[in-house]
């Protein structure tokens, strides 16, 4: 079955610091990957979606994240966050040979980003 | 406004009663994916409807069922409520069946409080 794994679960940096956060799926054929951000109190937002073509993909707000398939990973970074990306950041995966479209979600990381 | 509309928003009820959560897609799309989000178990995938077609089935329990009405407004409906069932409940709506590939967009959630 498709599972993602988000190993960090919680993320305290502050303004300025580059960020970093791991995903990783367990699928090894073709994959469609997400980002998305839930900031407090209001729905979840896409931050940036791969599926295909160049594997490092810019999305909103300065994120980017890189797609190495070698590796099942999909990593999200942000060379300079901000005391507003202060979020929970979920990792989610599509297999589209599953004849589904639905996403399966990574349990979130939670990010705190302090002045 | 995410044009993905949630009611109630909150919702408080005793062990053992039946509620009804209620989903209107943004305008346009055909799918509507539900999804509960649990402080230990993440997001959930329960169940998606395409054009008022069951489409795809996550774990979502027995007591559970929901359904898409002409209109694509969709409801789900939780019965014989335990306390675990306590969660935020998001909806989603896509473009066609090819959320794998663009996205969802979610709505504001209903936290169902069981007591």
């Known amino acids: 079955a498709q599972s993602v794994s988000q190993h960090n679960h919680h993320v305290i940096l502050s303004e300025a610091a580059s960020l970093e956060l791991g995903c990783n799926y367990s699928y090894g054929g073709t994959v469609n990957l997400f980002w998305y951000v839930q900031y407090p109190g209001q729905h979840l937002q896409l931050l940036l979606k791969y599926f295909s073509g160049d594997p490092l993909v810019k999305g909103i707000k300065g994120f980017e994240a890189e797609f190495i398939k070698s590796k099942f990973s999909f990593n999200l970074r942000k060379p300079s966050v901000q005391w507003s990306d202060t979020a929970e950041y979920f990792c989610a995966v599509n297999a589209p040979s599953y004849n589904t479209d639905k996403l399966i979600f990574g349990t979130g990381t939670r990010l705190q980003v302090f002045p | ?115």
């Open chain 2, 1 to 115: 406004d995410s044009g993905v509309t949630q009611t109630p928003k909150h919702l408080i009820t005793a062990t053992g009663q039946r509620v009804t959560l209620r989903c209107s897609p943004r305008s346009g799309d055909l799918s509507v994916y539900w999804y509960q989000q649990s402080l230990d178990q993440g997001l959930q995938f329960l169940i998606q409807y395409y054009n008022g077609e069951e489409r795809a089935k996550g774990n979502i329990l027995e007591r559970f069922s929901a359904q898409q009405f002409p209109d694509l407004h969709s409801e789900l409906n939780l019965s014989s409520l335990e306390l675990g069932d306590s969660a935020l409940y998001f909806c989603a709506s896509s473009v066609g069946d090819a959320g794998g590939i663009y996205g969802y967009t979610f709505g504001s959630g209903t936290r169902l409080t069981v007591v």
